[in-house]
């Protein structure tokens, strides 16, 4: 199997594209600057290459590029899969749904963005 991706690693290399720098993620995602450069510094180790250009504004590599494409397609995804689960009642009020996985299942989960 390959490298599985880091939910919040994935998020923490989502947000610092959309804010621009190390120190704004940090304060959008409510962690410290060094929790958001751990996160970016294991993401490029588990993908053995540079995803970010740290300058300023900070910008995706060619690499962080197609990475930042995928995360933006899990996340459409996921609004999919979440509008599809959301049946609303006469009432308008959700109706919860109660889904059973195995623990493999989890541990192959994909990375939420």
Do not use: Y
Request: proline content about 4%; overall charge neutral.
């Amino acid at each position: 199997m390959g490298v599985m991706l880091d939910r919040d690693q994935l998020e923490t290399f989502a947000t610092i594209v959309a804010e621009g720098t190390f120190e704004r993620a940090a304060v959008v995602l409510n962690v410290s600057r060094g929790a958001v450069s751990q996160r970016i510094k294991l993401l490029e180790e588990a993908l053995a290459t540079v995803l970010l250009v740290r300058e300023r504004p900070v910008v995706p590599t060619p690499a962080g590029e197609v990475l930042l494409r995928h995360v933006k397609a899990v996340c459409m995804s996921e609004q999919a899969v979440m509008t599809a689960l959301r049946p609303v009642l006469r009432d308008g009020a959700f109706l919860p749904v109660a889904v059973a996985v195995n623990a493999d299942s989890l541990a192959t989960c994909c990375a939420r963005c």
